[in-house]
Structure formats: C-alpha cells, structure tokens
C-alpha cells in the first residue's frame, strides 16, 4: 500500500481514445514522459483499484485514480502524535509546518500521509481542517460508513474549538469580546480579507496571559472561515506573532522552525454521535 493516498479523476467528455491521452491533456504541466512512467510503476489505478497501461481505453466519467508526485519534496519536522484511536476516529496533534491533506509541493510530507502509513488504513479522512502553519488538534474519520455523523457536528456547529494564540497587547479594548466581520477572497488567492457588510464571521475572544511584549488569547470561533482568527486578530490591531500573511504579505522565505505561527488549536469538545458521551482532546503542546 502506498503511504500517501490517491487523487482521483472522473475522466472528462473528450475525444481522447487513451485513458493516457486524456490525462496528458488534462495535466498538460506534466510531460507524457512521466505519465508513462508513473503508468509503469503502477501509480495510475483503473476504478477497481487494478493499474492502468497505456492503451487503456477511455470512457469518460470513469474514475481514475493517481498517485500525485513531486520532485524535491522538502521534509517536514515534526512529530504527529495520536491523541487517541478507536474504530470510528483517530485524534492527532498536529506540528506547525505540516499540511493535513496534499497540495501543492507537499504530497508525503502531510498529516493525511503520514497517518496512513502508520496505521495502513486508506479510508482515514480528515474531518476539518488547519492551516499548515497552525498546530493543535485534528479530528480524522476512521470508518465511511459513520463519516457523516462526525462531519455533521462541524456542519451544524455542535462542536466546541479552543484556540491559544500569542499576539501583541491590546490594553485599550475591554476583554473578552465578540469580534464579527464579513471574510471574503482577497489577493493573492491565499489570502483572505475582511470587508464591509453582512457578517459571516465571528470569534470570541479573551486574554489568559499578559507579558510586555506578548499576551496570550484564547480564541473560540462560532464559524470556520479560512484564515478567520488571523484576520480577526490583525483586525484589532494585534497579528499573531509570526504569522508571514496577515496584516501584510511577507517576502518569501523558507519556514523557519525557530518562529512558527504562533496559533495552537488546544482542544475539541463535543458529544460522540455514536454514544452520547462527551469527548474532549486537548493539544499537548505549548505556545512560546
């Protein structure tokens, strides 16, 4: 089994006669050169999960699965330690630096990857999302068949996140405090930006720690958009400590595991769909 899981593409309408040539065209960064290659190596998978060749008929619509590869992939540090493990879930604290899922320069390097490997179980799912330079912990659905209850607690906000983040000191405002604003697409593309209008988006913030230079908030999102706390925390006027996107774009740099964002997802609280229990996970790290 290969560690790092499978892309998938529902083959698009085309005159191609080569399930190869469709993806040739498809992908058209990627030389035929290397389709080839991967197609020798078994990397490119029909639906029943058998190897193509490369003069496998295309029909479009039908599932083709492949293994993405990247050149050069740089390692990431970083321990993924599993907070817990059972039938239906797997709960993990996450490093800083690491993505969840593959996407762009990382495909092995990633939570997602990493997990499979360890466990050799391909149907591991993550159940939300962190951004790669945030640390904390993340919920993987373990099993299809109870996927959805799990990700129905995020759809319908029956579950409670805590974050810790360290950020410049903001004595004028009274803590804690509600802090709602609309978040829409920004540029680059990665970026997100708060505009004027209907709020989509609100966190609740307070202070647990107060230094010189730092204070430590603990932040609990109602909502989940992209790069919502960051925003709302260099929107009062105090970024996260390293944080390289918000309240400007840094120059481009290598990560530097000496300044990791200063964000942590500390925990998840939430009643088991399945039992009825409480459940509460709690990150082992520490923000300094």
């Given at each position: 089994?290969s ?6 593409l529902?083959?698009?309408p ?9 993806l ?14 991967r ?7 029909d ?10 008929p295309?029909?479009v ?23 817990h ?18 996407a762009?320069?990382y ?11 360890a ?6 799912v ?24 799990y ?15 360290l ?28 505009v ?5 988006s609100?966190?609740?913030?307070e ?5 010189a ?7 609990r999102?109602?909502t989940g ?26 120059a ?14 500390s ?10 229990e ?11």
């Open positions: 089994m560690p790092t899981p499978a892309s998938t529902h083959l698009p085309g005159a191609w006669s080569t399930v190869l040539d469709c040739c065209d498809h992908f058209a960064a990627i030389p035929r050169e290397r389709w080839l290659d197609i020798a190596r078994g990397r490119v998978l639906a029943d999960g058998a190897p193509i060749t490369a003069k496998t295309y029909r619509g039908v599932p083709v699965h492949y293994f993405r590869e990247v050149a050069d992939e740089p390692t990431i540090p970083g321990e993924v330690r599993v907070l493990a059972d039938e239906h879930l797997v709960v993990v604290d996450k490093p800083p630096f690491l993505p969840v899922t593959p762009g320069a495909v092995t390097q990633t939570v997602l990857a990493r997990l499979v490997a466990t050799g179980n391909s149907d591991l993550p159940l939300h999302r962190l951004d790669r330079l945030t640390s904390g912990v993340l919920l993987f659905s373990s099993r299809p068949d109870t996927r959805d209850a990700q129905r607690l995020f759809r319908e906000r029956r579950i409670g996140k805590t974050y810790e983040a950020a410049p000191p903001l004595p004028e405002l009274d803590f804690p405090l509600v802090r709602r604003s609309r978040i829409e697409r920004g540029e680059p593309f990665f970026r997100m930006r708060e004027p209008g209907e709020p989509n609100e966190t609740r913030i202070v647990i720690g107060r230094d230079s730092l204070w430590r908030y603990r932040l999102p109602v958009r992209k790069h919502q706390l960051r925003l709302h925390m260099a929107g009062l006027g105090a970024p996260i400590a390293n944080d390289p996107l918000y309240p400007q774009l840094a481009s740099a290598p990560d530097d595991p000496a300044r990791p964002l200063q964000l942590l997802a925990a998840l609280d939430f009643v088991d769909p399945l039992t009825g409480p459940r509460h996970f709690e990150s082992s790290r520490v923000l300094r």
